[in-house]
Every structure is written in structure tokens, then in C-alpha cells.
């Protein structure tokens, strides 16, 4: 088994799928390594161990090839479609539109390459109500499902194509062709709304009615931010989310049932005292019928391979160990999702398993209190390196929480909820007093439990090393005693909490061109200060900041901006400034905008001014008077230079300026230009490339954007100057480095490159 899932992974980090004939090969040495012929030289263990690497190398391979086939090509324009089909899941509501996923039957025109089925659609500012279920006609306009790609940022990519949306969109028109109903194939997307549908006419509070649907169904859409910061303080995310921990206390509660059920029916039928399918069944058949409530997630479809992997083998009398059915779930969920390798739920999930497997080998003379201590903290030792790794922090009173946490889940919060639901059946008033009652008394023990904001949460960013060391580490804490590994285990843990902070050498630089679509943010580093240069745009109420900007920094421990220069105000520019500045502290703000500066008390950034950091000269060169006054011109041009590199960032200015730059600075040239105007044909002048002779042009512009940049003049201009060029929205986050004397010149999507990744 560990073959198969070996075979499956080596699949997931390949940058281009292997070919149909290679496979034909896999597969037919496949079957000779089932073939008893084969074994002369191979023991039986070998042989089978191999056949699984190749199966599930093929079978990888396969549903990869079947997923390529019907998700748009990804560097295809946006088109506008015609399209039927139907809504398949609860629909997400966020200020002035709704998102839904959308299940295809048929579209019109064809696209070369692609065979749609399941697309990702928004619609800002409905008219209608999306109910699952429904049929519409459609006019849309689709694009291909990319996503940013930055150090430190979500791969939205893999997401999106591991959940097998095959394209994103938003809608032009609509048309209602027919209402949903029980007896359609989305039946059980239509209960949970309905179900929704009639906890919203309950009229309980905003905080109860968000615990009760997260919950009950799984949509966490209405937890408030006060909400998650409990949750992320404590430690205790995953009560809200419906994981794994939910999916075995309805097993558990199912086991139970049956348990009663038997003892009380075996006074009567002798024949039930000893059968184990009065109690397995009901586990999973609780088991599976919370999963589908919840809308048989990915993460619950886990959960429930696990609880199914674990209960079915004994179910049938097959003798099965605990770790053999421990890589059975393994395999089987990586079977089902074979991405399953790139969502932290996966890692999670399957170390806090192994742990309780490992704590309750060693727990069998300990005493109760003693163990349930035990397990809760072999479970966060566990997760300690995972959680650093895939979310940059751990609350530290997370064991002590969740020892009093999870009983009142198990034992109180979801049978509560259960019994509320059932009671507001009958006599709605006292079902929402008791639902509001839980709600309440949850939030208030969390509360009591959460320290102080900023306390009680230890915040890092591991190298991978790192945390591999430390995931060696958890498992030698979980050993028993007498192996005597335990103080070992400790010093190599301890490198997850006091690792040395990378650095640069004195004189030497890095740059990274965020990956922010259309819009700029360039972020520069040197040996012990941190400048950025732009912040992206802000869009209906949010900015790719938050996505983009700010898991780079977290991703690189920094917590301080020494200086922000906002080139000038436009939104592409200067958007993101808000989220950035009430997440991370800023020393000086600079911009070349008289509007900025008065919204923002910045200071101006000064022709001609100039200052040393780190043996790094930066220097502002744009004219102190442009002889075209406008908004674009008024940009902070800064110019970064090493004793062997250098990079020039010169906002939106035009070509006018880029003239008169060339006057005050003759003889000026640089190894990297950030492209004026992201590539606009008013910018990047030939004067301009031609003085400056850089080695890289550098465009942070947005894929398949409205305004055409880069313009086709300027990249026909670069061909004819023989000159590199790189673009953003091609090769995702551009990373520069002055070191050792070379200036090397990367792309993030190159480092991340796999078979379904754009670029």
C-alpha cells in the first residue's frame, strides 16, 4: 500500500505528465510484477510493493490527463459563452455579489482543447436568488482558473484544480429555465439549503446562527473576525471546521447508540450480545450521514475513508492491524483525491491519527487523567512543525484547551445542537433559547480561555529542514520511555522554535516583484532593513495585499517595514496600503502624490534624495518638476544599487519623464527595469531602453488584462534591443538577488512548477 501512495505522490510533484507510451510501459511492467514468473529475484513483499508504485503512478497520471482535458486551456484570453446547466453547491455571499459552482450540460461556442464540466461563477449584484439545484441559461464570460503565485502565498491553483474547476467567470446575463427539487440529482445540495433556509427564519442571533451552520452544515460563511480570532488564539479552529474531530464524535455517538441498542435488545435475543455490526453499522451510518450534511466536503470525505478504513476490516472479521488499516485510509484518500499531497487538512489529519495511534500503544497502564493528558499533548507536538509549516503559528494553550474543548464538542456542543434543531421542530422558541444557550456558553468558555491579543501564539516561518527535523522529532517524543529518545527529540524540536533568521551579507540585495496581478508591489531587502515599494490594488472591500503582500512577509519573518513609498494614487498602486498598514507596523511612508500624502500624512519622496542602508545605495532620480504634469508622472522613481547590481523602479511614468531622467543622469544604466506603466506603449521609450541597456525587463502586470499590457510596441522594441524580459503574470513572483558579485535573476513558478500550473 505504501506503494500505491508513494506512486501517487511522486505523480503530484512532477512538472509535466508522463507520456502515453511511457505509461503503456508502466502498466505492462505492472502486471509482470504480479506475474509469479517475476519473482525468482524479488520476494513477494517486493514485487507487490512495486506493482503498487507503478499502479499508482498510472492512476495519478490518468486522472490528471482526464482533468487537463476539461479545464480551459490556461493561457487562453477570456471568452464569452453561452451555457446551460445547473447550480451544484450552497452558493458563497459576499458584499455585492454571490459565488457558485456550476455544473455544465452543454455550451456554446466550443472551446479548442477543452471539455467543460465544472466551472467557479460569480454575479455581482444578483437579481435572483442561486438556489442548488437550479437551472439556468447562461451568458458568461470565463477565463482560464489561475490564480497568484508568491513565496509564502495559497497555491489557489491546485486548489481550484484539485476541486476540478475547469474555469472561472463571472455572469453577463441569466435566465431561469427550472426551480431545484428533492427529486433532482443535487437533492442533497437542496436539503442543506433548505435546511439553511429555515435556520435563517428561526431568527437567532448573528453569533448563534454562524455556530449553528458551521456546525450543521458546514458553511462558516457567516463567523465573524472577532470569531476567528478566538479560534486562532486558542487553538481550536478545527471545532468550528468541520474536519476530522467532528466526523469521530458522530462515529463515536453512532458507536454508542449502538452499544445501548444491543445491551438493552441482548436481554432479549442473546444472538446481539456479541455481534459487532450492532455497533460498527451505526458509527458509520452516523458517520456518513454528518459528512453529506455537511456537504461531503473533501475534508469530511477523508475523515469518513478514515473512520471506514478503521471500522469495516473488523466488521467482516478481517484481521487487520491498526497501522495496516492506518495506510489503507492513506491510500485510499489519496486514491480519491490524489492531490490530497497539497491541502494542509491532509497532513493534519493524518499526523494527529498517527499520533493517538502512538500515545494509546503507550498509554495501556496509565491512568485516565493521565492519558487523556498525554494524548492531548502528543496530538499538539504533532501538529507543532505542521501547523508552523502551513500556517506560520501555534496557539501554546492549545493542549489545556482542547483537553476541555473537545468533551464539551463530543459530549455537549453537537448532540446539543442536535436536540436543539429537533426541540425548534416542534416549539421554535424554546429551540432557539436552547440553541442560543450553547452558542452562547461556547463562545463565553473559549473567550475565558483565549489570552491576551498578541500573547499565547507563537509565530514562525520554519525552513522545510526545519520542520522535517522537527516532524523526526514528534515522532521520537511519541516512543516509548525506555528507548530513552526523549531529550534527543527535544534538541531537534528546538530548532523549530529558535532557528537563525536568514540574512544577507553586507552589500548585497534582494528584490521580489509581488505577483499581484494588475497593479505593482516590489518588495527589497537588504541586510537588516525592508522597503516596499507599492502595495497592489484594493477591490470591493478587500486588496490583493491580503493574499499577495502579506503571506510574503509572514513567510519571511517580517514583522517591520523600515520604509512604503506609494508611487502616486492610483488605485493599482496604492490600494493595498490600508490591509497592509494594520497588519504590519511601517517606520516611514513616502509618495510622489500630493493626495496621498494629505490622506495619509506621508512625506514626499524628493528628487535627488539620497541614502546608504547596508552598504546599498537607493537614491529618488525622478525630476523635481515634470514637464507633463499628471497623476502617473507624479510617480516616485527609485533607483537601488549594489558595488554589482542595480534595479530601476519608476512607477507610471511616461515617456516624457523616462526624457527627462535620461538628461539629469547621462551615462545611467541598470542590470534589472521594472517596466514604466506595467509595459503601457506610453512608457518605455526607445531612448529609454537603449540608454539604459538593462539585462531584465521586469512587467508585474495582470494575465490577459483590459488595458493590453505590455503593449505589443514595447515587446516588439525589447526583441529589436535583443533584450530579457519577464512578466509577472507569466512566471508569477520575480525574485532578484544581488550575491556574491552575480545578479541572479528567478521566477516563482518556475520553482513551483507541476503538470497543471500555468507558465
Known amino acids: 500500500m505504501i506503494g500505491i501512495a508513494l506512486g501517487v505522490l511522486l505523480v503530484a510533484w512532477l512538472p509535466q505528465l508522463l507520456s502515453y507510451s511511457f505509461l503503456t510501459i508502466l502498466s505492462v511492467t505492472m502486471l509482470l510484477c504480479l506475474m509469479p514468473v517475476s519473482g525468482r529475484r524479488l520476494t513477494s513483499a517486493a514485487r507487490l510493493q512495486m506493482a503498487g508504485l507503478l499502479f499508482g503512478t498510472v492512476f495519478a497520471s490518468g486522472w490528471g490527463y482526464l482533468n487537463l482535458s476539461q479545464r480551459m486551456p490556461m493561457d487562453m484570453p477570456a471568452q464569452e459563452l453561452n451555457i446551460t446547466g445547473r447550480v451544484s453547491r450552497l452558493p458563497e455571499y459576499r458584499p455585492g455579489m454571490v459565488r457558485f459552482r456550476f455544473d455544465v450540460d452543454q455550451y456554446s461556442p466550443l472551446i479548442p482543447g477543452a471539455d467543460l464540466q465544472h466551472l467557479q461563477l460569480s454575479w455581482y449584484n444578483p437579481v435572483s436568488e442561486i438556489i442548488p439545484g437550479q437551472q439556468w441559461a447562461l451568458r458568461v464570460r470565463l477565463k482560464p482558473p489561475r490564480g497568484f503565485m508568491n513565496p509564502g502565498g495559497s497555491d489557489y491553483e491546485t486548489q481550484l484544480f484539485a476541486n476540478r474547476v475547469n474555469a472561472r467567470g463571472y455572469l453577463l ?275 475565558l480561555c483565549a489570552p491576551p491579543e498578541g500573547m499565547g501564539v507563537f509565530i514562525s516561518r ?12 514528534t515522532v521520537l517524543l511519541n516512543l516509548p520511555r525506555w528507548t530513552g529518545m526523549g531529550v534527543f527529540a527535544l534538541f531537534m524540536l528546538a530548532v523549530l522554535i529558535v532557528q537563525p533568521k536568514a540574512s544577507l551579507d553586507h552589500g548585497d540585495f534582494r528584490t521580489t516583484v509581488v505577483d499581484v496581478g494588475q497593479g505593482l508591489a516590489v518588495l527589497l531587502e537588504t541586510r537588516s532593513k525592508v522597503l516596499l515599494f507599492d502595495s497592489g490594488a484594493a477591490f470591493r472591500g478587500n486588496s490583493t495585499a491580503r493574499f499577495t503582500l502579506l503571506p510574503l512577509l509572514e513567510s519571511r519573518n517580517i514583522e517591520r517595514l523600515d520604509r512604503v513609498v506609494i508611487s502616486h494614487k492610483d488605485n493599482d498602486h496604492a490600494g493595498g496600503y490600508p490591509s497592509l498598514a494594520t497588519a504590519v507596523a511601517v517606520t516611514e511612508l513616502h509618495s510622489g502624490s500630493p493626495a496621498v500624502r494629505r490622506s495619509l500624512a506621508a512625506k514626499p519622496c524628493i528628487a535627488g534624495d539620497s541614502w546608504l542602508w547596508d552598504g546599498i545605495r537607493f537614491s529618488y532620480i525622478q525630476p523635481l518638476r515634470p514637464m507633463q504634469v499628471n497623476e502617473n508622472n507624479r510617480s516616485c522613481v527609485l533607483l537601488v544599487q549594489s558595488e554589482n547590481c542595480s534595479i530601476l523602479i519608476p512607477g507610471d511614468i511616461e515617456s516624457s519623464v523616462e526624457q527627462q531622467i535620461l538628461s539629469e543622469y547621462p551615462g545611467l544604466q541598470v542590470d534589472w527595469l521594472v517596466a514604466a506603466h506595467h509595459g503601457s506603449r506610453f512608457s518605455s521609450s526607445y531612448e529609454w531602453l537603449a540608454a539604459l541597456t538593462p539585462e531584465w525587463v521586469l512587467f508585474s502586470a495582470g494575465f490577459d488584462n483590459p488595458y493590453g499590457h505590455p503593449a505589443t510596441a514595447v515587446i516588439d522594441q525589447l526583441r529589436s534591443f535583443q533584450l530579457n524580459w519577464l512578466n509577472t503574470s507569466d512566471k508569477g513572483a520575480l525574485m532578484l538577488q544581488s550575491k556574491a558579485g552575480n545578479c541572479v535573476t528567478e521566477s516563482y513558478r518556475d520553482h513551483k512548477k507541476r503538470y497543471w500550473s500555468a507558465g
Open 173 to 447: 446575463s441569466a435566465q431561469l429555465l427550472s426551480e431545484p427539487g428533492v427529486a433532482s440529482g443535487y437533492w442533497l445540495e437542496y436539503l442543506r439549503y433548505q435546511l439553511g433556509r429555515w435556520l435563517t427564519q428561526l431568527s437567532l442571533k448573528p453569533d448563534a446562527d454562524a455556530t449553528i451552520r458551521a456546525l450543521l452544515l458546514g458553511d462558516k460563511q457567516g463567523l465573524s473576525e472577532q470569531q476567528w480570532q478566538v479560534l486562532r488564539q486558542t487553538g481550536t479552529v478545527h471545532l468550528v471546521v468541520i474536519s476530522g474531530l467532528h466526523i469521530a464524535i458522530a462515529c463515536m455517538l453512532g458507536y454508542w447508540l449502538g452499544w445501548i441498542v444491543q445491551r438493552l435488545a441482548g436481554g432479549y435475543l442473546s444472538v446481539l450480545t456479541d455481534i459487532r455490526a450492532c455497533r460498527i453499522v451505526p458509527a458509520l451510518c452516523m458517520a456518513a450521514g454528518y459528512a453529506l450534511l455537511a456537504g461531503f466536503s473533501i475534508p469530511t470525505q477523508r475523515a469518513l475513508i478514515m473512520a471506514m478504513a478503521m471500522l469495516v476490516p473488523p466488521l467482516f472479521n478481517c484481521h487487520l492491524g491498526v497501522w495496516k488499516r492506518y495506510q489503507l485510509a492513506l491510500v485510499l484518500v489519496l486514491l480519491m483525491q490524489p492531490l490530497s499531497f497539497y491541502q494542509p487538512g491532509f497532513w493534519l489529519s493524518f499526523a494527529a491519527v498517527a499520533a493517538l495511534l502512538l500515545a494509546a500503544a503507550g498509554s495501556g497502564d496509565k491512568r485516565r487523567i493521565r492519558a487523556m493528558l498525554s494524548t492531548q499533548w502528543a496530538v499538539f507536538i504533532a501538529l507543532f512543525p505542521l501547523l508552523l509549516l502551513w500556517m506560520g503559528q501555534v496557539a501554546l494553550s492549545a493542549p489545556l484547551v482542547n483537553l476541555v474543548a473537545i468533551p464539551l464538542l463530543g459530549f455537549i456542543l453537537i448532540p446539543g445542537v442536535m436536540l436543539g434543531v429537533l426541540l425548534s421542530l416542534f416549539e421554535a422558541d424554546a429551540g432557539v433559547l436552547f440553541l442560543s444557550g450553547l452558542s452562547d456558553m461556547f463562545w463565553w468558555l473559549l473567550a
Open 462 to 473: 520554519p525552513s522545510l529542514i526545519a520542520v522535517l527535523l522537527g516532524g523526526v522529532a
